[in-house]
């Protein structure tokens, strides 16, 4: 059984730094896009970065809002992706995800094969 299990949360002030963790299990994900999503509530599920392969290399992107504050990496050897988030902000509030897309490279969630059961990230003013 496929699992993928996020670890990390918590309540933050505004400033402050959380490393979130992606645990897999069941298959490996070294060849695989890990991507990590975030939902507010009322509001759609956000891609906030993403990891994957490119010709040359490992690729990461990120949505402009936590560029330069976000960093995405991944240790295949534990089959494990983590997501740096420091210079947190309160608009940073929201449930976080992540997420592996097996042959796809984008950000559009719907294509993503596993997710994680999400953990929640609450930044206070």
């Known amino acids: 059984q496929v699992q993928l299990v996020e670890s990390g949360g918590g309540l933050v002030q505004a400033g402050g730094s959380l490393r979130l963790s992606c645990a897999a299990s069941?298959?490996?994900?070294?060849?695989?896009?890990m991507g990590w999503f975030r939902q507010a509530p009322g509001k759609e599920r956000e891609f906030v970065a993403g990891?994957?392969?490119?010709?040359?290399?490992?690729?990461?992107d990120y949505v402009d809002s936590v560029k330069g504050r976000f960093t995405i990496s991944r240790d295949n050897a534990k089959n494990t992706v983590y997501l740096q988030m420091n210079s947190l902000k309160p608009e940073d509030t929201a449930v976080y995800y992540c997420?592996?897309?097996?042959?796809?490279?984008?950000?559009?969630?719907?294509?993503?094969?596993?997710w994680g059961q999400g953990t929640q990230v609450t930044v206070s003013s």
């Open positions: 069941g298959r490996t994900f070294s060849s695989a896009r």
């Open positions: 990891i994957g392969w490119s010709w040359n290399g490992r690729r990461t």
């Open positions: 997420a592996a897309a097996l042959e796809y490279s984008g950000s559009a969630y719907g294509h993503y094969d596993y």
